[in-house]
T-cell receptor, first 115, second 109 residues
């Protein structure tokens, strides 16, 4: 199993550009989520999904969209990039239900810089 | 969701036992205590989870007193490779993890 994979590893955008960060998992996990981590800080939840076709907002959803058309994939879209979105983005997944929610598997991250 | 407080940083030497204490005074009845580890340039990794008393796995032990207002992560005989940031989280089985700043552990030779 590859676990949770994220592409690209690094990305530089100009203000106003849009892009999609890709996340995929091959563990048949129902739950997937996106976090951002700013320098020296903990992770903050952007959006999450409890299964295909279902998404919901986390702590910091503004400026981001998600969709979940399959169990495996959970892309994060930046609609119009801003310098405040410069961060490291982590995707995570876990089996659905109870204590399993608390043991999440994280991808390697995408380091995004917005100029 | 309960807020946690833990030391910003700790230093240790190889071979020592390291104890990182976390306070969570407002923990709710249904909440669990979960610890994650994060190495530089990597995503966090789940270490251990518990509700009360003591939990032990191959990596660490977690001690939770009866009032559950604090918890202690114990790492036995640390090595240089244990240098990382350790996050204490109080979680309610919803999938929404709230990370604080964590404790940066520096293990010295």
């Amino acid at each position: 199993n590859a676990g949770v994979t994220q592409t690209p590893k690094f990305q530089v955008l100009k203000t106003g550009q849009s892009m999609t960060l890709q996340c995929a998992q091959d563990m048949n996990h129902e739950y997937m989520s996106w976090y951002r981590q700013d320098p020296g800080m903990g992770l903050r939840l952007i959006h999450y999904s409890v299964g295909a076709g279902i998404t919901d907002q986390g702590e910091v959803p503004n400026g981001y969209n998600v969709s979940r058309s399959t169990t495996e994939d959970f892309p994060l879209r930046l609609l119009s990039a801003a310098p405040s979105q410069t961060s490291v983005y982590f995707c995570a997944s876990s089996p659905q239900g109870g204590l399993s929610y608390n043991e999440q598997f994280f991808g390697p991250g995408t380091r995004l810089t917005v100029l | 969701l309960a807020k946690t407080t833990q030391p910003i940083s700790m230093d240790s030497y190889e071979g020592q036992e390291v104890n990182i204490t976390c306070s969570h005074n407002n923990i709710a009845t249904n909440d669990y205590i979960t610890w994650y580890q994060q190495f530089p340039s990597q995503g966090p990794r789940f270490i251990i989870q518990g509700y009360k008393t003591k939990v032990t796995n191959e990596v660490a032990s977690l001690f939770i007193p009866a009032d559950r207002k604090s918890s202690t992560l114990s790492l036995p005989r640390v090595s240089l490779s244990d240098t990382a940031v350790y996050y204490c989280l109080v979680v309610s089985n919803t999938g929404k993890l709230i990370f604080g700043q964590g404790t940066t552990l520096q293990v010295k030779p």
